[in-house]
């Protein structure tokens, strides 16, 4: 019990907003919308989705929210990027600010903090980072429903875009990792996972019967129709 709550300590220092599954389903719903069709612009998606998740490298890279953040994003700022990855990177800070305002208007904290008392370690991780622990939630949800086995081969291979200023090959290798296992909703001895991110692997699996729960379920639901109809 108290090898698990300093893990979940550890877990609830960071600072959420959308965490990777969410990410990479709402960027896929965004070429969908975009009516991407020719066998090049297929190929440089790819490189949108790893953008799309590519910000929070910050967990295993040790840099500041801001180096991988911006702030005010537009759609057209998304649109007019130079690359492909960099209008997924783009996107990924769009959505953490858009997100925030839908979560606000859902009251869904009320709800959550009501169905993690009586469960020592969620409500533990409720009152430490209700911010993470939902964002998890909404993960596990969104990975129930959708396959991202696509996804996860693109994490075999580092994008060239990935290594910049403050972050290295070995910083991408470690994110990439922790990705594939985060995606397939499995660690294996073979996975070799970050210490700095097993706590949110610890996380999700507290998490299992919460995601059976109606109520989280149309909240999710509704998070992507309020992406949908933005996009």
């Not at 693109?154 to 060239?160: M, P, R, S, Y």
Request: hydrophobic share 40%.
């Amino acid at each position: 019990m108290k090898k698990t709550a300093l893990l979940l300590c550890l877990c609830f220092n960071y600072a959420f907003a959308s965490t990777p599954i969410t990410h990479a389903y709402l960027a896929k719903i965004w070429i969908e919308q975009s009516n991407t069709k020719t066998e090049e612009e297929q190929i440089l998606d790819k490189d949108f989705l790893l953008g799309s998740v590519y910000p929070d490298i910050r967990y295993v890279a040790a840099i500041s929210r801001e180096k991988t953040h911006k702030k005010n994003v537009t759609k057209d700022d998304i649109k007019s990027a130079k690359t492909r990855f960099l209008s997924g990177c783009k996107l990924h800070s769009f959505i953490d600010e858009q997100r925030e305002q839908f979560v606000t208007d859902s009251k869904i904290y009320s709800w959550l903090e009501e169905e993690c008392k009586d469960n020592p370690l969620l409500h533990f991780a409720f009152i430490s980072n209700k911010y993470a622990l939902l964002c998890i939630l909404e993960d596990e949800i969104i990975r129930k429903k959708y396959s991202f086995e696509e996804l996860v081969e693109h994490f075999n291979k580092i994008h060239t875009e990935e290594i910049n200023d403050g972050i290295t090959g070995k910083n991408v290798e470690a994110w990439h990792n922790f990705l594939k296992a985060y995606f397939k909703g499995t660690v294996t001895k073979e996975d070799e996972i970050s210490p700095q991110l097993m706590p949110i692997l610890l996380i999700r699996g507290l998490v299992g019967e919460l995601t059976n729960q109606e109520k989280i379920i149309q909240y999710t639901d509704g998070m992507i129709d309020f992406f949908k109809n933005l996009f």
